[in-house]
């Protein structure tokens, strides 16, 4: 049981990693299940089968010792997909995690690089600014009667809480506002007749209803007179916003509202949540890949002077404490900005998150935004001393003037993370802080932490799709993971082209295909621990039933009303199929798109479910099918993520292929070469190579597709050396186009690093 032992000490299966090893990086074969690793946690199994809580209503709480057995199997399937957080409630308001269990909630396919920055720094600005990622290494619990005391809890990493603010009046005021240019063309006007004609086109321009007629946000001229003691005339107020739209970011979305706008992140007034139509937040842009941006950094092996220097060094770089423009937003949005900021910076105070770092429940964030906005207000007839939450001496409140709408600004909370440690989390630690060496302006600074940040979950993805694929087969994956960019495009039907396609196709469908053989493995392992009967029964009665659905809605959390549309899911697929569906079977079924209603005719019991006399395989194969129907975010990320990178494209072949943009290139340079002035070519490939499964060049080729090499005949190359010598000839050129590349006499090509001023 050495082998067990150690993989329970997730440190020791968690030292960083090259991504060349990618073969040989798992350490150890496949468990023997033979051996019947039951007797390894008797005293577990012991209560669960003795006092019979295993198979009880998914209703009530997951047995501890069930809680516990389930972290032993992640344990032992730590070497393939890292060192699995320890957790008894990480997911309780999630339902359907299947690929968030091994990925975690920031792969989706909406991907924006603006959005992925901007959610970011929505995180980072709502922490301490000395040490933005201390209070993501740990957790605290909150008793129900004691809601301020802290609990520190350092067996677990957590998520932190940040504030998302909505500054819904700045963003009207400087995106949905055309009447202001209106108003200041019209000659003969006095100030005062300017004014309140502006008011009034702007009151009826953003008032209007919704589909059951009820008026959303109607303005008062009394909620606009604030604008006229912050400037001195109407054509102040107009140069002004001017300005402001001046820093609009412009992506693909073209087509967006106003409400979906944002502009450059130059202030924390320029940091604001997207909006629906009803004025509520959304996550159609702003998904989850910043938020595990920030939380691969906080858990990254690093010193935490190092950490917290380059966290500092983040926060101060986009949110110096001189910013003029801020303060200019700022008197634009007016009171409600007030409102917002004040609760911004009341939550980046240490004192204050030890009581409210990570309130999970959405009534919980609710209740503790309203609780804030009334203790940030004080009105004076407010006598309330609740000394556990005084207000911080520095906040301004005689500035504050509540306003008769709702709260500006929600309390969010990051999202889960299942894995501890992991090589890319230092990895990307060590790319930002050498991108943060280079003498970049804040935009340059924006677009190369979005490239590097958005290139490294692409890298996680993939090797946590090949861990997936090694547990589902129970050994090392000969999975080829590399990146194989295009970059001489003088050649429309190269081999290169050609490998490049398939390796993007590959790489984007591996996350679905190592689904199905992980599920089924990472299910049959606890059952072998609990009731390895189950396995060879050839017809499961309805208690048999029941238990092993408590086991899958234990191991892959589901709640209540996610158990029981699995229940009529998996019967209404064997009234269709009798048996598992194909693969394309299930990709033509999620087409339909069919109503729920057709699945969840009626609640299915494990009775009827066991009428169905289906053996252990034959129902999990449903069970399968039942899973892998549901919509997920993470198909097809792979690809978004590379285009919003400029990594891959669909332009210059017939589907998505990998390339490298200009600006792509730049940052890996700046990322790669860091604190130094130059680095050998052949060098420099090698590391894209081991840090990012990026294969340009003839030697890096040959380490893998030559004769006797991994995977060997596996491109469809006439030529290996020829082709792969043009690509590195044609990356030469374009280093060369950029000022990137410095030839000696010898023939001996160096990297500059032009950006870093540094001694070397």
């Excluded at 009880?56 to 199997?73: G, H, K, T």
């Excluded at 092993?548 to 199929?577: C, D, E, P, Y």
């Excluded at 494209?649 to 700046?670: E, K, Q, W």
């Amino acid at each position: 049981m050495l082998v067990l032992s150690l993989l329970l000490r997730g440190d020791v299966c968690c030292a960083p990693l090259m991504a060349a090893d990618t073969i040989a990086y798992v350490a150890g074969d496949k468990p023997d299940s033979s051996q019947g690793q039951v007797q390894d946690y008797p005293e577990l199994l012991k209560v669960l089968r003795g006092n019979n809580i295993v198979g009880q209503d998914r209703d009530s709480p997951i047995p501890e010792e069930l809680l516990q057995l389930i972290m032993r199997v992640k344990d032992e399937e730590a070497p393939f997909l890292g060192p699995r957080l320890h957790s008894s409630h990480p997911l309780k308001n999630r339902d359907f995690l299947i690929e968030e269990d091994i990925f975690g909630f920031g792969f989706t396919k909406k991907v924006s690089l603006e959005g992925f920055v901007l959610t970011f720094l929505q995180v980072l600005i709502s922490q301490n600014p000395y040490e933005p990622f201390a209070f993501a290494n740990t957790s605290y619990s909150h008793g129900s009667e004691q809601d301020h005391l802290a609990k520190l809890n350092p067996e677990h990493l957590s998520e932190t809480s940040f504030i998302r603010s909505r500054f819904t009046l700045l963003r009207r005021l400087v995106l949905n506002n055309p009447y202001v240019d209106f108003v200041r063309q019209r000659t003969g006007k006095t100030e005062e007749e300017r004014w309140y004609e502006w008011q009034k086109l702007f009151i009826e321009g953003n008032t209007w209803l919704t589909e059951k007629s009820k008026v959303l946000q109607k303005y008062k001229p009394e909620d606009l007179n604030y604008l006229r003691v912050h400037f001195s005339s109407f054509a102040e107020f107009a140069q002004a916003l001017a300005l402001l739209r001046n820093w609009v970011l412009t992506t693909a979305d073209d087509d967006r509202s106003w409400y979906n706008i944002f502009m450059f992140p130059l202030g924390p007034c320029f940091l604001f949540a997207e909006l629906n139509y009803g004025m509520s937040t959304t996550t159609n842009y702003f998904s989850y890949e910043g938020v595990t941006l920030f939380t691969f950094l906080a858990r990254s092996i690093v010193p935490d002077e190092q950490r917290n220097h380059v966290g500092h060094e983040l926060y101060s770089r986009f949110f110096p404490e001189v910013n003029l423009l801020n303060e200019l937003a700022t008197n634009v949005a007016g009171p409600s900005a007030y409102e917002a900021l004040d609760a911004l910076y009341y939550l980046q105070q240490p004192e204050q998150r030890r009581a409210y770092n990570g309130l999970t429940e959405e009534k919980e964030q609710k209740k503790y935004a309203e609780w804030l906005r009334k203790k940030l207000a004080k009105p004076d007839n407010d006598n309330d001393n609740d000394n556990d939450n005084d207000i911080d001496n520095d906040i301004d409140n005689d500035r504050y003037v509540a306003p008769n709408v709702a709260v500006t600004y929600s309390v969010k909370t990051t999202d889960f993370c299942p894995v501890r440690q992991h090589r890319i989390f230092t990895q990307l630690f060590e790319d930002i802080a050498n991108i943060l060496a280079m003498e970049l302006n804040q935009q340059e600074l924006f677009i190369s932490l979005g490239q590097i940040g958005l290139l490294n979950l692409m890298v996680f993805g993939l090797e946590q799709s090949r861990g997936a694929l090694s547990v589902g087969i129970g050994q090392k994956a000969h999975c080829d993971i590399n990146i194989i960019p295009v970059v001489n495009l003088s050649q429309r039907d190269s081999g290169i082209r050609k490998s490049s396609v398939e390796r993007c196709k590959y790489n984007n469908e591996l996350n679905q295909r190592m689904l199905r053989p992980y599920l089924k493995a990472h299910l049959t392992r606890l059952v072998e621990m609990v009731d390895p009967q189950l396995l060879q029964t050839s017809a499961l009665n309805a208690s048999q039933v029941n238990e092993l659905l408590s086991l899958i809605s234990a191991l892959f959390t589901f709640n209540s009303t996610g158990l029981s549309v699995l229940r009529s899911t998996v019967a209404f697929l064997h009234s269709k199929a009798g048996t598992a569906l194909k693969a394309n079977e299930i990709q033509s079924l999620r087409r339909k798109k069919r109503k729920e209603s057709e699945v969840q005719q009626k609640n299915v019991s494990s009775d009827e479910l066991a009428q169905l006399n289906l053996s252990y395989k034959q129902f999990t194969d449903l069970v399968w099918d039942a899973m892998l129907l549901q919509e997920r975010n993470h198909d097809d990320y792979h690809n978004k993520f590379g285009a919003s990178i400029g990594l891959a494209s669909s332009s210059i072949t017939r589907g998505y292929c990998y390339y490298f943009s200009d600006d792509l290139l730049r940052t890996l340079v700046m990322a790669v070469v860091g604190r130094s002035n130059h680095m050998p070519l052949g060098r420099f490939l090698e590391q894209l190579d081991q840090r990012y499964h990026i294969i340009i060049g003839p030697k890096e080729a040959r380490a893998y597709y030559a004769e006797g090499a991994p995977f060997a005949n596996t491109l469809p190359l006439q030529s290996l050396d020829d082709e792969f010598t043009k690509n590195y000839c044609a990356l030469r050129d374009q280093l060369a186009r950029l000022g990137l590349l410095q030839s000696l006499s010898d023939y001996c090509d160096f990297v500059k690093n032009p950006f870093f001023h540094g001694l070397d």
